[in-house]
């Protein structure tokens, strides 16, 4: 069987909008009782989720709690931008969807109060609860920032 979005989402939905590390050790507990079939198409959707947020306009945000020593707003790391990123898909797919029609929804997930890099790791825990074996695979889509060059077309060649 085939990961839907709307399975997808489900399995989302049981972070409760926070991917932080107990939610996401739940959420890997729960994948990793499926079949390791599922486990790669929620690494899969997940990774599209990730890369299609991968775009400049969200990208260029300053974190909205930081400034520099002049006040001056303090611009996104490329891992920062993933975690940001991470941290609107844990928002579940309301929020998801809401932020391409709207940039300013993104903003406030580009703060440090959001950490969500663990549900970067998901799919890696799972995997190893259900097989016993580290996970060893690429996803067809790239997580990392600047990946997606229709997101970043001042870096096409």
Request: hydrophobic share 40%; with cysteine; aromatic share 14%.
């Amino acid at each position: 069987m085939r990961m839907t979005w709307a399975d997808f989402w489900a399995l989302i939905d049981t972070l409760n909008g926070e991917a932080d590390e107990a939610n996401c050790r739940r959420l890997s507990g729960e994948l990793g009782r499926r079949p390791v079939s599922d486990i790669v198409g929620f690494a899969e959707r997940h990774a599209e989720a990730l890369y299609r947020l991968d775009q400049e306009k969200f990208g260029v945000l300053p974190v909205v709690d930081l400034s520099d020593g002049d006040g001056n707003p303090f611009p996104m790391s490329a891992d920062q931008f993933l975690y940001t990123r991470c941290a609107v898909v844990a928002a579940g797919r309301a929020v998801w969807e809401s932020v391409f029609y709207d940039s300013g929804k993104f903003a406030p997930y580009a703060s440090t109060h959001y950490d969500a890099e663990w549900l970067l790791y998901v799919p890696d825990k799972a995997y190893e609860l259900a097989t016993g074996r580290e996970w060893d695979r690429s996803t067809r889509y790239c997580v990392e920032t600047f990946s997606n060059k229709d997101g970043w077309p001042h870096l096409r060649d």
